[in-house]
């Protein structure tokens, strides 16, 4: 009776100024860290452990006792072990009734077990209030001082008030909480940890793709057909000019990938006459990933700056210059500058410069300590107006530069045109599509649906 009521008494909101004490099953290097932050914090740390010798690692101010022991002199008991070792809670049952166990463990792959490692701790001690917490914390986040790594905790639990003292904790330590509901998403809660850039992996699969399709591309064209109709060796191309006519040509075509999604929606809804439905899965994997698609885009137009830069110093830029050179000058005739070329190339620099400037502005904004300082039409005005302004240049930026190819014969080697002519493709297509999705018979109506306006609504009222 009375070891039941101090337990109660123990998930009582904490009143007064000090820190209730908080037990730590567990010694390895994540539950030292917690201690020593714990301490730093002003808890009274205690750890359980099957050794109760005191050990260097452990913060000296912690107490070291046997789990039993630990157990009874908090309410707060974190489990920092792995779930093969849970066994040893089954014979504390009765003493943990009533304190919260607090989980932090994770697996070593994405739902490895049946049930999360949390709610199978709940069925070890079913009278004890289990909570899922800090298992997406690292021991070096605790140990530097979460500077320089994520503070959102995400915390779950069927317990509010346990849930309360938990998410007191973790703000005490510095971090931030975020509630996730019951035990239930425990599961996916242990999961986060486990997943390998997630948005990531379709823009970077897609960016491999491009990259080897236009590799070989390029090296069919470039190489290979003038080493077979020409005798001549050009494989040194594969260095910088193959790399440097690839990541223009990637930057170019995921750019228009991030906004092609936008006005495939914008079709969509305006054939569904509704916004109330929703889109096929994999619009709606595509439309989370723009940020991502957005990133790699300008990875690639940063790389395609340096290369261009470095151009003049190539062995092979300075033998073609020189050879004119002394052409000239063996044939004692100056070539005349041509006025038409020096417009189309300065206007390719131009459209290039400004294009990649608004792409650096796409991705700086899109950073979260950015964007979290502008309001909403202010971010939407840069991703969206600005956005497509940037992809109206670079698309001039190509046209500019690759045009004189479309109806140059030369050009079609093997029947193939030139890859800048295949990069054009995406983003003429998305640009045509806009622009006739801001006509006014388009434009209203697709306007009034994103504001709740259908043409066959189900209910009337």
Request: net charge positive; aromatic share 12%; proline share 5%.
């Amino acid at each position: 009776m009375n070891k039941n009521s101090s337990n109660t008494m123990a998930l009582a909101p904490n009143t007064s100024n000090k820190r209730e004490t908080v037990c730590i099953f567990g010694t390895g290097d994540f539950g030292r860290a917690l201690g020593h932050k714990l301490i730093q914090s002003g808890y009274p740390v205690v750890f359980g452990s099957r050794s109760t010798q005191t050990s260097s690692l452990i913060p000296k101010d912690a107490e070291v006792l046997s789990h039993a022991e630990a157990a009874q002199k908090a309410a707060i008991i974190i489990v920092a072990i792995q779930r093969q070792h849970y066994n040893f809670l089954t014979p504390l049952a009765e003493i943990l009734r009533g304190k919260v166990l607090v989980d932090i463990s994770n697996n070593l792959k994405i739902n490895q077990y049946p049930e999360s490692n949390a709610e199978y701790l709940a069925q070890l001690v079913p009278g004890a209030k289990v909570v899922k917490a800090f298992n997406t914390v690292s021991a070096w986040a605790l140990q530097s001082g979460t500077l320089d790594a994520s503070r959102q905790v995400f915390v779950c639990g069927d317990d509010m008030e346990a849930k309360q003292m938990v998410m007191g904790i973790v703000r005490a330590l510095g971090l931030t909480p975020l509630d996730q509901g019951s035990l239930l998403a425990a599961q996916e809660i242990e999961n986060y940890p486990l997943q390998l850039f997630p948005m990531w992996k379709f823009p970077i699969l897609l960016s491999l793709g491009l990259i080897a399709f236009f590799f070989f591309y390029c090296l069919i064209r470039d190489v290979i057909y003038p080493y077979v109709y020409e005798n001549k060796d050009y494989s040194f191309f594969i260095a910088i000019s193959i790399t440097n006519r690839i990541c223009p040509i990637l930057a170019l075509i995921l750019l228009a990938l991030v906004y092609l999604p936008g006005v495939l929606a914008a079709i969509i809804q305006l054939y569904r006459g509704t916004k109330y439905r929703r889109f096929p899965d994999w619009l709606d994997k595509w439309m989370l990933c723009r940020k991502q698609l957005g990133l790699v885009a300008l990875a690639f137009a940063s790389l395609h700056v340096l290369y261009t830069l470095v151009n003049p110093i190539r062995s092979f830029v300075r033998w073609r210059i020189s050879s004119q050179t002394v052409s000239q000058a063996l044939n004692n005739k100056t070539e005349p500058l041509d006025t038409t070329n020096a417009w189309l190339s300065d206007s390719y620099l131009a459209l290039g410069i400004l294009g990649f400037f608004l792409f650096v502005l796409l991705g700086i904004t899109s950073l979260p300590s950015v964007s979290n300082n502008v309001n909403w039409r202010e971010f939407r005005f840069v991703q969206s107006k600005l956005g497509y302004l940037s992809l109206v240049l670079c698309t001039a930026h190509t046209l500019v530069y690759g045009g004189k190819w479309f109806l140059s014969p030369s050009s079609y080697r093997w029947y193939l045109p030139s890859a800048y002519m295949l990069s054009l493709i995406i983003p003429c297509t998305v640009l045509v599509i806009k622009f006739v999705l801001i006509f006014p018979c388009l434009d209203r109506p697709l306007t009034r649906i994103r504001q709740g306006w259908e043409r066959n609504p189900q209910y009337s009222e």
